[in-house]
């Protein structure tokens, strides 16, 4: 739900002296693009953490709050995985700004999990951008929703979302599918309820 990469590119560019564009967007999973020396990826990212607050200063993808909201409403379970604690030293920092970013910017949850192997959760379906834990939720029959990104587009079955909107759909269908049917809203939600501004 967060962007990361801008995020991360505008930090590397301040860093490095660089106009941000000079960095592609388009980029592959080891962002190898941009010309990172070995183990720098790690320093730059521990830096942008603990340095730039990255994560507390990220943007929020375009339409993630307000689809989350949507299948909230409609009784769908919202378990938020992440992996913020790969850098050393940072834990507290990292699992802090994660959860005030999630507040800060209205994003609905039940759970908010840190772990790198996302099948471990036991969700009825993911959605991850990344190709290695696209790959192996699914070789253990996960139902997973590849959420579009220049590093994933190797993989080609199953289903694929370019935006939120689409991520909602598809949840919206697996949901009916597997339950006959979704609300669009549960009964006793005040739709126009000031929750947002709370």
Known sequence: VGDHTRRFREIVAELRGLDPESLTLDRSWDF??????PDEYDRLHKQAVTEFDM???????????????????AGIWIRIITHRLYVNWAHERAVGDT???????KIPYRDLCFLGAKPEVQADAYIDDAPHNITALRELGNSVIVFDQPYNR?????PRARDWAEVEAIV???AADRFGHVAVQLPGIDAGSDRLLQ
């Open 32 to 37: 190898h693009e941009w010309g990172f020396e």
């Open 172 to 174: 919206s269908e697996l």
């Open 99 to 105: 959860a005030a970013w999630l507040d800060e910017h």
């Open 154 to 158: 190797h993989i080609t079955d199953g």
């Open 55 to 73: 994560i507390r200063t990220m943007a929020v993808i375009p339409g993630a709050a307000d689809a989350l909201w949507r299948l909230s409403d």
